[in-house]
């Protein structure tokens, strides 16, 4: 390969680098110390009347903040649901107060747990496309986020990441160790 040809090829690969970091960036928003990620929603099916909405919300602050609500133009109501097992039967209801974002940590709404219920849809959530809405979090106010809407399969990756334990890990395949 020439010089210039090899230059032309590390200069577009970094505008392709460069154009994926603008796309991740892209599905974070801050709102005072809250960092708000990966907002995603499961598609639904034509005439369903509720949807899941999953986030990564990070804390960065010295002091709890709570995710009490939000609103949306395609839904009708929007509650901040968790899922427990009782009696070996899965329920879901709202959290009450909302749900408690503690100060340093990361919280994962993610399938079969805690997450965000869009009630009294007005249309049906695509895969591919996106919806905007407002969450509303008790100290840090409201913040502007678009959910892209997902399959099944693709939000419950948001699942299995939450119950992996980064606590042993450092991200650069090594795990941790305790000296």
Known sequence: MSL????AFALSAALAVSAAASIASANEYKVGDLVIAHPIARATAPGARVGGG???IHNNGTSADRLIGGKAKFAGKVEIHEMKMENDVMRMKPIEGGLVIPAGEKV?????????????LSETLEQGATHKATLTFEKAGNVDV????KSIAETLKLKDASKMDHSKMNHNGHKKHDH
């Open 4 to 7: 210039r040809k090899l230059k």
């Open 54 to 56: 999953y986030v990564v």
């Open 108 to 120: 994962i709404l993610a399938p079969g747990g805690n997450h965000i219920m869009f009630m009294k």
């Open 146 to 149: 678009t959910f892209q809407i």
